[in-house]
C-alpha cells in the first residue's frame, strides 16, 4: 500500500478497450496482462474483465443445460 501507483493514460484505457472488442485476441491480452507485472491498474482491470466473462460463460452453461433438459 506505501508503493506509489504510476497512473494509467487516456490512450492506454483506449487501446485496452479496443482489444476488448477483438474476439479471440481479448481473451489472449487480458490473460497475458492479468498475470503479467505491468501497471497495478490495469492488472485489476484485465482480472476483473476476464471474472465477467467466466460469469458469462457459466451463465451459457446453466442455460444451455436447462435448455437441453426441459426440451426448450
Known amino acids: 500500500m506505501g508503493r506509489s501507483m504510476e497512473t494509467v493514460g487516456v490512450w492506454d484505457w483506449f487501446w485496452l478497450i479496443l ?3 477483438i474476439p ?3 481473451i489472449i491480452a487480458f490473460v497475458m ?4 507485472h505491468g501497471n497495478r491498474n490495469v492488472v485489476n482491470l484485465c482480472r476483473a474483465i476476464m471474472l465477467w466473462f467466466l460469469v458469462g460463460l457459466a451463465i451459457s452453461l446453466v442455460g444451455s443445460l436447462i435448455s437441453a433438459i426441459f426440451g426448450i
Do not use: P, Q, R, S
Not at 33 to 36: E, I, L, N, R
Open 19 to 21: 482489444l476488448a472488442v
Open 33 to 36: 496482462f492479468a498475470y503479467g
Open 24 to 26: 479471440i485476441v481479448n
